[in-house]
């Protein structure tokens, strides 16, 4: 990868007040606090938790989404009308795309992961069946299951070999097997709820970055999962048509949203209608997420034959994962990120992870990459709302928001605020260590001048 250019700012060479922060991270704290706002109503949405009631999106648990509301909120305070052109450069689920579809926006996503853009591109294919073809589509598996032949699934990966018990693994693979036999649209809508099941029916739980086994968990029975799951999104279609959301004879207000499986480092093929004029995103977090481990089930149940590939699919994706590997000559992009990861490096062998200085020094030299190709496609006073969670690492903290919002007056931006949508804690250990500072997760909000 090419060389960024260093940040040219002037180093404070103040000693820094506070605890465990490196100068840097000092200088940047008092150029934003003027524009540092708490909003901790926001707190609620900035996770998935809070689309635990919202029709259709609970269905799948894409354990890093955010709420729908949470983009309601940036659709309302952006002003956003049928006019504007959204885009989510790491869509996931689809959360913003499903949010401005429900606000008759048109929007575009693009994500790297396949079973993400598969989830974004299946949620607003529910909303055009009829509750009543998800029972008699279940019926008439249920007659073709017992004689199905089990589907292929990538078995080298370790994971799949203790995830499941036995019987229920073969059972899985034949609901695999007779879903394909589906005609479209209900084999997609068919294929999501299937892995939607797969956590519960395996020893795994989707914990923290990773995939956690849990040997001692009581597994759910796949035949009766299902049924719940689709029972489960029946109740949604009903209750969608109820609150008049979801007329089948109504115009669609906007066009389907597009997702695209693509990296977002470089959006030249991205086919953008016109200049999109909000993003609503929220990247990886800098912070060990491999989503090929936490997704790996479904990864291997349907997107990747064999280890090799998912071992290219994670080295494919942004850098935020502890295998991240810094290509030559690559160093941080930015002074603050540049101290952590010196004072990091001078003590490796204390680390619990030694690689989290070159995991750090990739991801925002990946995440620079990403603010200068927005600021290339964005329209002039475009609005950005991006959610990020800070990071500390052996009790130093870094401040990921300032960091990419001095990135983004770097290639065009003006920051307008930084909300903090709640504090959270590190680990009990480290609290005790390095005493009660909470990390904040907020969202940055930016303009393109
Ligand atoms: C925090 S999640 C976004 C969740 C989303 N806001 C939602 O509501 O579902 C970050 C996403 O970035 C994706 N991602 C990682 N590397 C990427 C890349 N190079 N290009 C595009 N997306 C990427 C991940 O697969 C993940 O879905």
Redo the contacts with the bound molecule.
Sequence with gaps: MRQLPLFNVSVSTEPCPAPFMGREACRLEAKYASRLREDTQLGRWVSYVGNKDVPILRLYR?K???AFRFVEGFIARFGLTPADYVF?????????LLASYAHGIASIG????PV?VFIARTLPRFLHIEPSELRDALETLKTRVNHAEPAPVAMDVAIMQVAFPADTLLRLRQWKTVIAHLPQPLQDVFLLLFFAILEPCSFTSKDGQFLRMKRDKAVADPDEMLASKVAQAEQDLLLLRKVGWLSPKAEPQASLPRVVL????CLTNVPFERKPTAVI?????ANRYD?TRTYSLELCFHFVSCFEELRELRH???R?HIEARVGDGEEAPHPAVQEVVNALRSRTRELNNPRIPDMLTAYFV?MYRVIQEWSRVLERGARVALVVDNVRFDGMMLPVDLVLSEMAEQAGFRVEEILVARYKGNSSQQMGRYGRMPVRESVAVWSKE
């Excluded at 989510?88 to 913003?96: H, K, L």
């Excluded at 693009?110 to 992961?113: A, P, V, Y």
């Excluded at 995103?281 to 977090?285: D, E, Q, R, V």
Aim: charged share 20%.
């Design positions: 894409y890093e989404a955010f989510d450069p790491f869509c996931g689920m689809g959360t913003t693009i994500d790297r992961l993400a693509g990296d977002t480092r995103t929220s990247p990886p977090y989503y494919s994706l942004l935020s990946d």
